[in-house]
């Protein structure tokens, strides 16, 4: 089953028609329906109490202290430039929380979440990366509620492609 992290749209747009030519060259057909695409997703009451959580600490602690030293690191810095002329230095959390996490209320989230379907072409599974909350775990469940209850209706009423599943459980 293809699997896409959230690297920028092109990226996206460009590992689909990966998929596609690795599923010809061996007859298979490759099935946007078993498509699953990752990003980090925040929802809360409004954006700007999204983006607080977003700020918070497991979140910035991950990236800070292990993503974006290993993606330096590796120079795949260009694959998170939404534009190639953005200055390295400027690629940090507020960058990641402007283009690349999916932060803010059930209509914002919902909206990029329709958005990265449409330019994606449809996908399948949307997979959410976690974080260690065990320090305060409530919003980060609030957030997981939300997404499952009041954003993928939005979402599925709203795609032209496969329905999102919401395989969320009481935690």
Same mark, same amino acid.
């Given at each position: ?61 991950? +990236?800070?202290?292990?993503? !974006? &030293? $290993? @993606?330096? %690191? ?9 534009? =190639? ?61 939300? +997404?499952?209850?009041?954003? !993928? &209706? $939005? @979402?599925? %009423? ?9 395989? =969320?459980?009481?935690?």
């Amino acid at each position: 089953m293809p699997l896409s992290f959230g690297f920028t749209e092109a990226y996206i747009t460009d590992h689909w028609q990966t998929i596609q030519a690795g599923a010809d060259s061996t007859g298979r057909e490759a099935k946007r329906s078993e498509w699953r695409l990752v990003r980090d997703v925040i929802v809360a009451k409004t954006d700007e109490e999204a983006q607080l959580l977003a700020r918070s600490e497991p979140m910035m602690r991950t +990236l800070n202290e292990l993503w !974006l &030293p $290993r @993606v330096r %690191a590796r120079g795949m810095l260009p694959l998170f430039k939404h534009e =190639h002329c953005i200055p390295d230095e400027a690629v940090d959390a507020e960058y990641y929380i402007r283009h690349h996490w999916f932060v803010g209320s059930v209509d914002t989230v919902a909206e990029k979440i329709v958005g990265l379907d449409e330019l994606s072409g449809g996908f399948g599974t949307l997979l959410i990366s976690a974080f260690d909350c065990s320090e305060n775990p409530k919003p980060w469940r609030e957030s997981l509620c939300m +997404l499952a209850q009041e954003v !993928l &209706p $939005r @979402v599925n %009423a709203d795609r032209k492609s496969t329905r999102l599943n919401s395989s =969320h459980r009481s935690i």
